[in-house]
């Protein structure tokens, strides 16, 4: 199964700023219609997320991705959001063999580098596409948390998007 970590972020490694916000993506002028996005999402069958992601979406108010299964890793109980297809797995290892066993065939692993780094240390992700945004945050969340080892990966492509540029990564297990 194809195991994604999509997401933006700055040319100085941040995905979110200092208040774990991404407001500061509202603010680069960018046609969201030529992202890719669209067609990202349309290839996806289920999520995988942490905790922070999670509850960001559920501050939001508002559930953004239909129907698909979604898995959110965390110890802490968590309050269902309408129209969240919230799966009962509240582990990486469990939620990607969850995931397997249902015939999905690619997930989106959405938000924070803390779960990032811990699949890519588990081995649970397959893809990382970063759109490096021209803005530098001067801090916030990482796009990876600390990694204990070289992590080997080669470049898939890379394409200009309109003010960004878009990179396609594998990962070599």
């Given amino acids: 199964m194809k195991t994604t970590y999509y997401v933006a972020v700055s040319l100085d490694g941040y995905i979110a700023d200092t208040n774990g916000g991404v407001d ?3 603010d680069i002028s960018i046609d969201q219609n030529g992202t890719g996005y669209e067609s990202f999402y349309a290839g996806i069958d289920g999520l995988i997320m942490g905790r922070a992601t999670y509850d960001f979406v559920y501050d939001y108010g508002q559930w953004p991705y239909d129907d698909k299964p979604t898995w959110v890793c965390t110890t802490r109980e968590i309050s269902p959001l309408d129209g969240c297809n919230l799966q009962q797995a509240r582990d990486a290892v469990i939620a990607i063999s969850e995931a397997k066993s249902m015939g999905l065939k690619s997930m989106w692993m959405v938000g924070g580098g803390v779960l990032a780094s811990s699949m890519l240390k588990q081995g649970l992700l397959t893809h990382i596409s970063v759109s490096v945004m021209p ?39």
């Fill in 24 to 26: 500061w993506l509202d």
């Fill in 135 to 173: 803005v530098i945050l001067g801090g916030g969340v990482k796009l990876f948390d600390a990694l204990p080892k070289l992590v080997h990966i080669e470049q898939a492509s890379s394409t200009e998007m309109g003010g960004f540029t878009q990179i396609e990564y594998a990962i070599n297990s």
